[in-house]
């Protein structure tokens, strides 16, 4: 049975995004069938945003992290789909936004590399802080209207570009530590 990421808010609570034949890109599974049923593969869901930023070093599981933003970015009431891939398994780990890319600024204590800039807003409320389970990924869906920057909410608006980025625990060859993924720029409609 494949492991499943943690369940997309507001999803029909038997279906569940996974990776189900770990070639990188989401299939939704019923997971209230004995044997889970697939029911897309290679889901057709478009992708927003672009790729600003790629992390500096390969993670544990040998590959560095991927984030894919999926959903129409429309301003008004959209739902966005953070999904990082490519994950250590079992690791916990947070989707962090921001209004500005920088340049990849090494975290102190970490392999990551910080790519975002501006107000940094993170994703840590009940049930935000995530596992990546033995899949090495996880999900987390983000309402257009509640962006976050430091500790504030912003709507999104026509022409708004925000950043998001995942941020999770690692392991080198020091012990503990943690890493990002890719960053991802989104413009809204």
Do not use: K
């Not at 996974?18 to 478009?46: F, M, Y």
């Not at 690791?91 to 975002?116: E, H, K, R």
């Amino acid at each position: 049975r494949p492991a499943a990421t943690t369940p997309i808010p507001g999803a029909t609570p038997s279906i569940e995004p996974v990776d189900l034949d770990l070639d990188g890109d989401v299939d939704l599974v019923d997971s209230t069938q004995p044997e889970e049923t697939l029911l897309r593969e290679n889901l057709a869901v478009p992708r927003a945003g672009v790729v600003t930023c790629v992390p500096s070093f390969p993670n544990s599981a040998g590959v560095r992290g991927r984030l894919d933003v999926l959903g129409a970015p429309r301003a008004s009431g959209s739902e966005l789909v953070l999904h990082a891939t490519g994950l250590p398994g079992s690791v916990f780990g947070i989707f962090i936004g921001a209004p500005m890319v920088q340049d990849g600024a090494l975290l102190p204590n970490s392999l990551g590399t910080l790519c975002l800039g501006g107000a940094l807003g993170r994703y840590q409320g009940p049930g935000e802080v995530l596992s990546s389970g033995p899949a090495g990924t996880f999900s987390l869906g983000v309402a257009s209207t509640d962006l976050r920057s430091g500790a504030t909410l912003v709507p999104a608006f026509a022409g708004l570009e925000w950043s998001f980025q995942a941020w999770y625990r690692d392991l080198d060859a020091s012990g503990p530590t943690s890493n990002t993924t890719e960053a991802v720029t989104v413009t809204f409609l």
